[in-house]
């Protein structure tokens, strides 16, 4: 067994098990081996029986005294019970429903045995105790806790994950100088802690060592991508255009100094003879997409095709149009390329990418298919990167020679941490909106006021207005007690909302029906959008005024803000209403940092506080970072030593360095020549 062997030839995996793991997105044996827990439980090992603590997790020793007679109970369970005793004391174990539990016990044999702790009146009860064999009674038990999904227990990975430690040699892989320097435990020692662990002081030496390896590799990454591109960004000089002159007396509106300001800067980058490689944020609503289109405009007028990808159909539709609208005067062809385009347009619209017919083209994810090819394909613009994987970039930017990249995100990341998450790229900041923009007003009610909010939501839509109402789930679940898109939409149509025409909508809804609906909405035809946070990011309805989001706590801030975001975009008075459970003093706090700012760089910054980066940002939604037990903001302690020692190795001489170091650059070449992220 090696750590690239597949899942299935391991001993106790068949087929169907096999398929089960790969859904957890275990393939192989290190797949499995950097499945970490998520969480630990730690048992208490008693010699006396009168140490146990109500609700705690024990593992006793004892005998049976006496197994007693099953009880039906009037709930319709049955209660079996089994007197256990360690000398003098005496104490129960009890199971519900579970009859044959009590066959694995014999009268006057000895147990040790492992279950949860219940006192009650100075009575003392193990529920659902089980046997445990092959163990000591000399320490506290540490049992890790994995992230389960369906048909796969806890057990299962526990007893697999130890096999698999058994039969494996795991080589170190940081340099020698490093795991001295800070005394590191080995990889293998830490690997086995992390799964099994000693003790609690072996743990954490095992994640601080996993960690540190997790964040040195990432800074490698990105020092050595900036190694490689000094060599490799030779880039299309484009010219300014002289028909921008035309364009900017055209537009809709004037542009704000940060929109002005933020034009110019990719204007002399594309000036330049090198790549642009550049991240645009800006708050939601600042007015990211017009200078997409006037930058894209100018490539064009050079002769060259540029694409804009964007993370869902609604959003690429959307820019679509926007762009049409503000180019109309030029002439120019531009094409959208999306899941819901006709499999006959797709091919022409393909052809005409391929033979350079097409100017601008906007698109899903279709834009990187395989067979999607351009003639001379000369910049790209991502919109919402955080929404795309890395991998899923590199294949865009692949599409063309040179190509001019530019991202553009409303996630705002503070400065310290874009350079050592994005060291590679050139910043660019929006930082005002629009003039005569209107403070959305914000305000918290609990749950149980929702039919006075609605209340006020049909208010608005009387005067012409239209409103969202945000859920965070699309059915319900019977164990969480929260809002569900199709609960809701049945709920109002019978009863608050009878005489108005309301809508639905969520990610998996079928794209044809997704777009109906979302055309509905822009029209005026649907007056209220019941949705998932398919909503979330650029769509843009000036005529909606009221945001309803139903369980606010369960969003993170800054993702509420970016729901906050929808409404308020038109001439009109707005509000954002977050239904939450307010009787909790730290749900009313988080709120409340919403209510007293519309700085998206300020609410990320509370948000971090109380949620780690990699949540925020969705770098460890994206396996490609490698970090999985690594946080940015959390551990950025260990961040700045590991970019240090990064930086040590690359400048080092030492043969085995130099080895470690191309081993790295050749994983680079071969993925991409412009991976920008992570
Ligand atoms: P975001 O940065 O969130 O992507 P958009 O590009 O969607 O923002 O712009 C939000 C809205 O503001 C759009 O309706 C757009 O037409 C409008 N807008 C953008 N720039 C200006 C401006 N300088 N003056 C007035 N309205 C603007
Ligand atoms: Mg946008």
């Not at 045995?113 to 006192?119: P, Y």
């Not at 007028?301 to 959307?318: D, F, S």
């Not at 991202?407 to 874009?418: D, E, F, G, K």
């Amino acid at each position: 067994m090696n750590t690239y062997s597949d899942i299935k030839y391991i001993k106790g995996v068949g087929p169907k098990m096999a398929e089960n793991l790969n859904k957890c997105g275990i393939f192989n044996v290190l797949d499995l081996l950097l499945y970490f827990p998520r969480d630990y439980e730690n048992i208490s090992v008693h010699k006396s029986v009168l140490e146990c603590m109500d609700g705690e997790k024990v593992i006793v020793e004892c005998s049976v005294l006496n197994i007693l007679r099953d009880i039906r109970l009037k709930n319709n369970k049955t209660l079996s019970t089994i007197v256990f005793c360690q000398g003098d004391n005496k104490f129960k174990g009890k199971w519900f429903n579970q009859m044959y539990a009590k066959n694995s016990f014999k009268i006057s044999s000895k147990y040790i045995i492992t279950g949860k702790v219940n006192i009650f009146k100075n009575e003392i009860t193990i529920m659902n105790p089980k046997i445990v064999k092959n163990t000591s009674m000399d320490t506290n038990k540490i049992i890790a806790k994995y992230p389960i999904k369906k048909n796969v227990t806890n057990n299962f990975f526990n007893k697999i994950i130890s096999d698999v430690l058994c039969n494996i040699e795991i080589v170190d892989n940081l340099p020698e100088w490093i795991v001295k320097k800070y005394c590191f435990c080995s990889l293998s020692d830490a690997t086995h802690n992390i799964h099994s662990p000693k003790n609690i002081e072996l743990l954490n030496k095992s994640k601080k060592r996993l960690k540190f390896q997790e964040l040195f590799t990432y800074s490698l990454k990105i020092l050595m991508l900036k190694e490689f591109m000094k060599d490799h960004n030779a880039g299309i000089q484009f010219k300014i255009a002289p028909e921008l002159i035309v364009l900017k007396q055209q537009l809709p509106f004037e542009l704000t100094k940060a929109q002005s300001k933020v034009v110019r800067e990719i204007l002399i980058d594309q000036k330049r003879d090198k790549a642009m490689n550049r991240l645009l944020q800006g708050d939601v609503g600042s007015g990211k997409t017009i200078v997409a289109i006037i930058t894209m405009f100018n490539v064009v007028k050079n002769g060259y095709q540029a694409a804009l990808m964007a993370p869902t159909e609604i959003l690429a539709k959307q820019h679509y149009e926007e762009i049409q609208n503000v180019l109309k005067n030029f002439s120019l062809n531009i094409q959208i390329l999306s899941g819901s385009t006709t499999p006959k347009n797709k091919q022409l619209i393909k052809q005409e990418l391929k033979n350079g017919v097409i100017d601008i083209v906007v698109g899903t994810h279709a834009l990187i298919e395989d067979n999607v090819e351009f003639n001379n394909l000369g910049m790209i613009v991502t919109d919402e990167q955080h929404r795309f994987g890395v991998s899923q970039r590199n294949r865009f930017s692949n599409k063309g020679k040179n190509i001019d990249i530019l991202v553009m995100t409303a996630t705002p990341i503070p400065r310290t941490l874009s350079l050592y998450l994005y060291g590679d790229l050139d910043v660019s900041i929006i930082d005002e909106l629009p003039p005569g923009r209107q403070k959305i007003d914000t305000s918290y009610e609990s749950m149980g006021s929702s039919s006075k909010v609605y209340e006020f939501a049909i208010k608005e839509i009387m005067k012409g207005r239209q409103v969202y109402i945000v859920c965070p789930l699309v059915v319900e679940n019977e164990e969480m007690k929260l809002s569900s898109v199709e609960m809701l939409y049945e709920k109002l149509k019978k009863g608050q909302f009878k005489f108005i025409e309301i809508g639905m909508i969520y990610g998996k809804m079928p794209s044809k029906l997704k777009n109906e609906i979302m055309d509905k909405f822009k029209s005026g035809e649907i007056k209220a959008l019941i949705s998932t946070t398919v909503i979330e990011v650029g769509v843009n309805v000036p005529n909606a005024t009221v945001m309803i989001i139903e369980n606010s706590e369960r969003f993170g801030l800054a993702q509420l803000h970016q729901l906050r975001g929808r409404v308020g975009r038109g001439q009109y008075k707005s509000y954002c209403i977050l239904l939450a459970n307010i009787k909790n003093k730290i749900v009313r706090r988080r709120l409340e940092v919403l209510i007293k700012s519309n700085d998206g760089f300020y609410i990320a910054e509370e948000d971090l506080k109380t949620r780690g980066a990699g949540e925020l940002f969705g770098i460890k939604q994206h396996g490609e970072s490698g970090l999985i037990l690594a946080d940015v903001i959390e551990d950025i302690d260990i961040l700045k030593l590991a970019n240090k020692e990064a930086k040590q190795l690359i400048q080092s001489d030492n043969i085995e360095d130099m080895r470690l170091k191309d081993e790295i650059i050749e994983k680079i070449e071969k993925s991409s020549s412009y991976i920008c992220f992570n």
